[in-house]
């Protein structure tokens, strides 16, 4: 609805990360229940589903399946958390996702802990190799900022980049943007 409301005001809108819980991804009409709520829009909405890890692999082969279909409406779709969880490679690599966000608790520890830079580095490779966007989470800092440039991360998102901020607000910032652009 707030993109949608971006859009009517000639805004470049960006598109808007939707979490979903397990309960959601869980549930028998779910992916009736996402595409009722986008409409006619569809892939169009501008909207990335996010699942986490932990939610994708609860029940595997059901999950791949809803995921399917939902980009085969074009909605775009992200694993959240990513090494959090007790993830299989082998599903990893049949999940329909286009984004692969590695979670913060790597992102803070990387330039202090050895082993994390080594878990950085191998999810950004593997998520490229896979032909997925990678976004790291938690980005506090600019020397992980750097860290994660040097590792060919695709995106950050964290304090760093801005802090969260109410809608009216970010409005005003895409307003600026586009005024500066």
């Known amino acids: 609805l707030d ?3 971006w ?3 000639g805004l470049t809108a960006p598109h808007v990360a939707v979490n979903v819980s397990a309960v959601q991804l869980r549930r028998n009409d779910f992916v ?3 595409l009722a709520a986008l409409g006619a829009s569809g892939g169009q909405a501008g909207i990335e589903l996010e699942i986490t890890e932990s939610a994708a692999m609860e029940d595997v082969e059901n999950t791949i399946d809803k995921l399917h279909r939902l980009r085969a409406h074009g909605i775009a ?7 959090t969880g007790y993830s299989s490679l082998a599903y ?6 286009q984004v692969l966000k590695i979670d913060r608790a790597f992102t803070i520890r ?3 802990d050895p ?3 080594t878990l950085v580095s191998t999810m950004v490779s593997l998520a490229h190799a896979m032909h997925m966007v990678v976004v790291a989470e938690g980005v506090e800092t600019e020397e992980q900022a750097q860290t994660l ?4 991360c695709d995106q950050l998102q964290g304090y760093l980049i801005s802090r969260p901020v109410p809608e009216l607000d970010f409005a005003s910032m895409l307003q600026t943007v586009m005024s500066v652009g």
């Open 77 to 83: 779709l992200a694993i959240d958390d990513f090494g």
């Open 3 to 5: 993109r949608r409301r």
């Open 115 to 117: 082993n994390s830079m």
């Open 149 to 152: 440039h040097h590792l060919g």
């Open 110 to 112: 990387m330039n202090d």
């Open 7 to 9: 859009l009517e005001r």
């Open 92 to 97: 990893l690599s049949k999940l329909p996702a």
């Open 32 to 34: 009736d229940t996402v």
